[in-house]
């Protein structure tokens, strides 16, 4: 496979798995079930927290530490950052986050399905951050990041984007959206994770020497989306053992793809 083919096949497979996701609203009838929507919730965050650590963490240090550097520098000041920088964005931009009927950010004369789609937008957007920076670091010809542990990756998030994209279609459908427009919202709340990908490859290439520090900005944001949103609404009410299962399942098929193909 060519390089040109690996970049295409890595940016365009998370919004595969969004879209297919989206796309089970035309074939599920009524709600989605609490339990089935607390294991799915937890599935995401697994996978987003092992990623977080063997795509992004690790590689970042072991790339720092053949430069150099104190391994643990850049990994701190890229986490933080990319923490900082979803506070921002999440205190910022107007979204509603799922089963609350509070809106955050900044007022807005949104709807609440718009506000919906645009909190799964927010925290899509630093999964495409994430196969962007490792894109980057398979360009850059780096020991630590290859072209297989991109792959992987992409792989991983576009799992986890298939429960996430029912997730945000089926419950609008519950608001009352139809299911075309329903499926249409969960697209276009996948569309965020190329573009980010896209323009954090383009960055990245040209300032090579700040791939540790991406790398683990992109954990950073990952991480407090994982915080935040997925492990608080997988654990709201009853049965939140089911949120901790799931939890566990998508860190360890994560860990399994992130070892066994990077």
């Known amino acids: 496979m060519s390089e040109t083919m690996k970049i295409v096949l890595c940016v365009i497979l998370p919004l595969v798995g969004t879209t297919v996701g989206s796309g089970m609203v035309f074939f599920l009838k009524g709600a989605m079930p609490d339990r089935l929507q607390k294991a799915l919730l937890g599935f995401a965050a697994g996978v987003m927290i092992a990623a977080s650590v063997w795509s992004l963490i690790i590689p970042a240090i072991d790339m720092a530490e053949a430069a150099g550097t104190i391994g643990w520098v850049p990994a701190v000041i890229g986490f933080l950052g990319g923490i900082f920088f979803l506070l921002a964005l999440d205190s910022f931009v107007p979204h509603m986050h799922l089963n609350d009927e509070c809106p955050e950010g900044r007022p807005c004369g949104l709807g609440k399905s718009a506000m919906l789609v645009f909190a799964v937008a927010l925290h899509n957007l630093p999964e495409g951050m994430a196969v962007g920076v490792v894109l980057a670091g398979m360009l850059a010809g780096s020991q630590v990041v290859t072209a297989a542990g991109a792959i992987a990756l992409a792989i991983g998030i576009a799992i986890q984007n298939l429960p996430e994209g029912a997730i945000i279609s089926m419950p609008l459908v519950g608001n ?26 383009l960055l990245t290439k040209f300032i090579e020497p700040a791939l540790p520090y991406v790398l683990t900005f992109a954990a950073g944001a990952m991480i407090y989306v994982v915080v935040e949103e997925l492990i608080p609404e997988s654990q709201e009410g009853k049965h939140s053992n089911i949120g901790t299962i799931g939890a ?15």
Not at 180 to 200: D, Q, R
């Open 176 to 201: 009352g959206v139809s299911k075309k427009k329903s499926f249409l919202y969960g697209f276009l709340s996948g569309v965020v994770e190329p573009i980010g990908a896209i323009a954090t490859l």
């Open 248 to 262: 566990a399942l998508g860190f360890a098929l994560m860990m399994i793809l992130d070892v066994a193909l990077g």
